[in-house]
Protein backbone atom coordinates (compact mmCIF):
# COMPACT_ATOMS: atom_id res chain seq x y z
CA UNK A 1 0.00 0.00 0.00
CA UNK A 2 0.95 3.13 -0.63
CA UNK A 3 1.78 6.02 2.16
CA UNK A 4 1.76 9.86 1.94
CA UNK A 5 4.69 11.47 3.81
CA UNK A 6 4.45 15.73 4.70
CA UNK A 7 7.39 17.90 4.97
CA UNK A 8 6.51 21.24 6.26
CA UNK A 9 7.86 24.13 7.72
CA UNK A 10 6.49 27.10 9.81
CA UNK A 11 7.96 30.19 8.74
CA UNK A 12 7.85 33.50 9.86
CA UNK A 13 7.68 36.06 7.32
CA UNK A 14 9.81 39.10 8.26
CA UNK A 15 7.69 41.68 6.85
CA UNK A 16 4.23 40.47 7.48
CA UNK A 17 4.73 38.78 10.75
CA UNK A 18 2.47 36.53 9.28
CA UNK A 19 3.11 32.62 9.72
CA UNK A 20 2.68 30.55 7.04
CA UNK A 21 2.49 26.63 6.59
CA UNK A 22 4.79 25.43 3.60
CA UNK A 23 4.65 21.86 3.04
CA UNK A 24 5.57 19.13 0.48
CA UNK A 25 3.47 15.83 -0.34
CA UNK A 26 5.97 12.83 -0.69
CA UNK A 27 5.27 9.50 -1.68
CA UNK A 28 7.00 7.75 1.39
CA UNK A 29 8.28 4.18 -0.35
CA UNK A 30 9.70 6.14 -3.64
CA UNK A 31 10.24 9.61 -2.14
CA UNK A 32 8.78 11.03 -5.50
CA UNK A 33 6.63 14.28 -5.13
CA UNK A 34 2.99 13.30 -5.15
CA UNK A 35 1.09 16.06 -7.34
CA UNK A 36 -2.80 17.03 -7.68
CA UNK A 37 -3.79 15.51 -3.91
CA UNK A 38 -6.18 17.23 -2.28
CA UNK A 39 -5.01 19.00 0.94
CA UNK A 40 -7.42 20.73 3.36
CA UNK A 41 -6.66 23.05 6.21
CA UNK A 42 -9.45 24.06 8.39
CA UNK A 43 -12.06 25.79 5.46
CA UNK A 44 -9.23 26.30 2.96
CA UNK A 45 -8.70 23.40 0.16
CA UNK A 46 -5.78 23.35 -1.96
CA UNK A 47 -4.33 20.82 -4.89
CA UNK A 48 -0.68 20.12 -4.78
CA UNK A 49 1.82 21.52 -7.55
CA UNK A 50 3.73 18.85 -9.85
CA UNK A 51 6.59 19.50 -7.25
CA UNK A 52 4.43 17.93 -4.41
CA UNK A 53 4.13 21.33 -2.73
CA UNK A 54 1.53 23.43 -0.86
CA UNK A 55 1.19 26.55 1.14
CA UNK A 56 -1.48 27.91 3.91
CA UNK A 57 -1.88 31.00 6.03
CA UNK A 58 -1.60 29.52 9.35
CA UNK A 59 -4.41 29.84 11.69
CA UNK A 60 -3.33 30.00 15.46
CA UNK A 61 -6.67 27.96 16.43
CA UNK A 62 -6.02 25.18 13.52
CA UNK A 63 -3.72 22.17 13.86
CA UNK A 64 -4.60 19.19 11.36
CA UNK A 65 -4.14 19.31 7.59
CA UNK A 66 -5.89 16.66 6.06
CA UNK A 67 -4.61 14.74 2.41
CA UNK A 68 -6.41 12.61 0.16
CA UNK A 69 -5.05 11.23 -3.25
CA UNK A 70 -6.38 8.75 -5.28
CA UNK A 71 -4.77 5.31 -4.50
CA UNK A 72 -3.14 6.22 -0.82
CA UNK A 73 -5.32 5.86 1.96
CA UNK A 74 -6.32 9.45 3.85
CA UNK A 75 -3.66 11.03 5.08
CA UNK A 76 -4.22 13.40 8.65
CA UNK A 77 -1.34 15.20 10.32
CA UNK A 78 -1.41 17.84 13.52
CA UNK A 79 0.49 20.92 13.86
CA UNK A 80 1.85 21.94 16.86
Known amino acids: ?5 I ?3 IILS ?8 NGQLLDSSSKLPVETAIVTYGSQ ?10 SFQKNPLLEIVKVKKLGYPDFITVFE
Open 7 to 9: LSL
Open 1 to 5: MKLLT
Open 14 to 21: GKLYAQKI
Open 45 to 54: TIITTINGKF
